[in-house]
């Protein structure tokens, strides 16, 4: 497994941007399965990104044409840019890992290591 730190959540008003930052440290990240989670109170964790090792991307439909996520190798890094924000994306983001993905890359179950969560509020 690999360690996850989060950063770069905050306030935020409607129509603005903010980039997170996920940090792995224990081991690279090269070969794994990389993603971003959301989870508003009450309601369960869901899917929002994914940066798979071979470079290629899948999204949650609302964040296909707002969000942007991208992985450094080197820097052993993920990051999820999102434009366009909404009240409605307020939640604690995670950022998620798998060595070996299997099942739905869209279910926080088939991810082994998780980061502590940073929070993104958006105000009207």
């Known amino acids: 497994q690999v360690q996850l730190v989060e950063s770069g959540g905050g306030l935020v008003q409607a129509g603005g941007s903010l980039r997170l930052s996920c940090a792995a440290s224990g081991r690279t990240f090269r070969g794994y399965a990389m993603a971003w989670f959301r989870q508003a109170p009450g309601l369960q964790r869901n899917f929002v990104a994914v940066s798979w090792s071979g470079g290629t991307t899948n999204y949650a439909d609302f964040a296909r044409a707002r969000f942007t996520i991208s992985r450094d190798s080197a820097k052993n890094t993920v990051s999820l840019q999102m434009n366009s924000l909404k009240p409605e994306d307020t939640a604690v983001y995670y950022c998620?890992?798998?060595?070996?993905?299997?099942?739905?890359?869209?279910?926080?179950?088939?991810?082994?290591?998780w980061g502590q969560g940073t929070q993104v509020t958006v105000s009207l």
């Open positions: 998620a890992a798998s060595r070996s993905l299997r099942g739905d890359y869209r279910s926080a179950m088939a991810y082994d290591s």
